[in-house]
């Protein structure tokens, strides 16, 4: 079986040589760019299945590249995580509203690097194949028939706590922004509503979680958005 082939871009020589090491321990293939330029090059020729992207690239913003990446017509679109030290929020949503799957902040732990980037292409895959029932521990989510089941038994959701868990189901285990989200299901012009959604994730967690006040399902990215564990 072809391995999986990983886009490492970063300016950094020594986190390159760290990551294409780990990754190819792990059995993915690894191509390496050190700017932008560079990355979009790969992109055309390599096809990758999966970027790791920093930001700080000497060329030009990274942010910039996000949107270059998920819309390139090169093939699949790739899954994107952004490794990146710039940890203020405002960086997080811009890159995840722009289409990043992850963002990972340095210093980063590997193991929850590998893992972050296991749920990203799981994404992918499912996205390619329209997957319409969505299984997440004891949870069904029927989007065809939009069916929730919880241990077999059909939960009744509200139509807003519906949409909201439908639109984090398609994306299951990529942050999705407060503002995605009040757009995709309260529409235009309730982007900064916040507040509906901790109601709706409110009423999603008490009708599907074990333990609502210890959320395993429905997981809040404080100041950026929801994920829904896949």
Not at 104 to 111: L, R, T
Request: charged share 30%.
């Amino acid at each position: 079986m072809k391995p999986l082939c990983v886009l490492v871009v970063e300016d950094d020589a020594a986190i390159r040589k760290l990551l294409n090491a780990a990754l190819t321990r792990t059995g993915y293939r690894v191509i390496e760019a050190a700017d932008g330029r560079a990355a979009l090059a790969s992109l055309a020729i390599d096809k990758p299945d999966a970027v790791l992207l920093d930001l700080g690239l000497p060329d030009r913003d990274g942010l910039e590249l996000v949107p270059l990446i998920k819309q390139a017509r090169t093939g699949l679109i790739p899954a994107l995580i952004v490794v990146s030290a710039r940890d203020a929020t405002d960086q997080k949503v811009a890159a995840l509203d722009l289409g990043a799957d992850d963002y990972v902040i340095k210093p980063f732990d590997s193991e929850e690097l590998h893992a972050r980037l296991r749920t990203a292409l799981r994404h992918r895959l499912a996205a390619e194949t329209r997957v319409a029932k969505i299984t997440l521990g004891d949870v069904e989510i029927d989007l065809a028939a939009r069916i929730v089941r919880r241990g077999g038994e059909e939960v009744h959701l509200t139509p807003k706590e519906y949409g909201m868990l439908a639109e984090l189901a398609k994306h299951a285990g990529r942050v999705i922004t407060h503002a995605h989200l009040l757009r995709a299901v309260w529409g235009p012009g309730h982007e900064h509503d916040v507040e509906y959604l901790r109601v709706a994730a409110r009423g999603i967690r008490r009708k599907l979680e074990v333990d609502p006040a210890s959320p395993a399902l429905l997981r809040n990215e404080p100041g950026v958005g929801y994920r829904l564990m896949g």
